[in-house]
């Protein structure tokens, strides 16, 4: 079974800085992918960035980078220039390549951008 | 386009009433997915097809919970014997073949069972 941890139910920072956001998972499986959902008040989960298990390259997207430590399972979210619209629950999730394709997910990580 | 949509946006129902929540998926999209988001928590997986049959129906949490998808497209979750346990919200998403790749998500339907 795939279970998905975050250990940081709140963060907060000042706009501009960087903040990291942690996840653990485990699986017994070898083909997994791992994402970064955003979830803002409005309830609609985004797609913040994906990461390929079998690719030992960090996945970037614009001002979001992760962190994939594959022997640690650990999978970390990295936001630089932070801006308020940032605000949000953040949450990670692992999904397998070729099994029913569901996500699980941790319980996520309320971020606060301040000005 | 269109994104995914789920209607209603919000529902109150009376404990032991039946209720049922619609999900319109991206046009084209195969893959569906159910989950169920209570207050504090991560989504949690209910139920995947991939067109019209449920490929994967493991997280319904009993027999009160059974969903549809007729046609391949339009999906509809169905709770009979509402019990107050039963609040959350509901969210829905699809995908465009399986991967997993990315699933977009719909606004959620939040029930309340009173």
């Known amino acids: 079974a795939q279970t998905v941890t975050q250990s940081q139910p709140e963060m907060s920072v000042q706009e501009a800085e960087t903040v990291t956001l942690s996840c653990t998972y485990d699986?017994?499986?070898?083909?997994?992918?791992l994402f970064w959902y955003k979830q803002p008040p409005s309830r609609q989960m985004i797609l913040v960035i994906r990461?390929?298990?079998?690719?030992?390259q960090n996945a970037t997207e614009n001002r979001f980078s992760v962190n994939f430590q594959k022997a640690a399972k650990s999978f970390s979210l990295k936001i630089s220039d932070s801006q308020l619209g940032d605000t949000a629950m953040y949450f990670c999730?692992?999904?397998?390549?070729?099994?029913?394709?569901?996500?699980?997910f941790g319980k996520g990580t309320k971020l606060t951008v301040n000005p | 386009g269109a994104g995914v949509s789920q209607t209603p946006s919000n529902k109150v129902t009376e404990k032991g009433k039946y209720v049922e929540l619609r999900c319109d998926p991206i046009s084209g999209h195969t893959a569906l997915y159910w989950y169920r988001q209570s207050l504090g928590q991560g989504p949690e997986f209910l139920i995947y097809?991939?067109?019209?049959?449920?490929?994967?129906d493991s997280g319904l949490p009993n027999d009160r919970f059974f969903a549809v998808r007729p046609e391949g497209s339009v999906s509809t979750l169905k709770i009979q014997r509402t019990e107050r346990g039963d609040s959350a919200v509901y969210l829905c998403a699809s995908s465009p073949a399986t991967g997993p790749y990315e699933q977009y998500f719909g606004p959620g339907t939040r029930l309340t069972v009173t």
């Open positions: 097809f991939q067109g019209t049959g449920a490929a994967d």
């Open positions: 699986t017994s499986e070898s083909n997994y992918y």
């Open positions: 999730a692992s999904g397998l390549q070729g099994g029913s394709e569901k996500l699980v």
């Open positions: 990461q390929e298990a079998y690719k030992q």
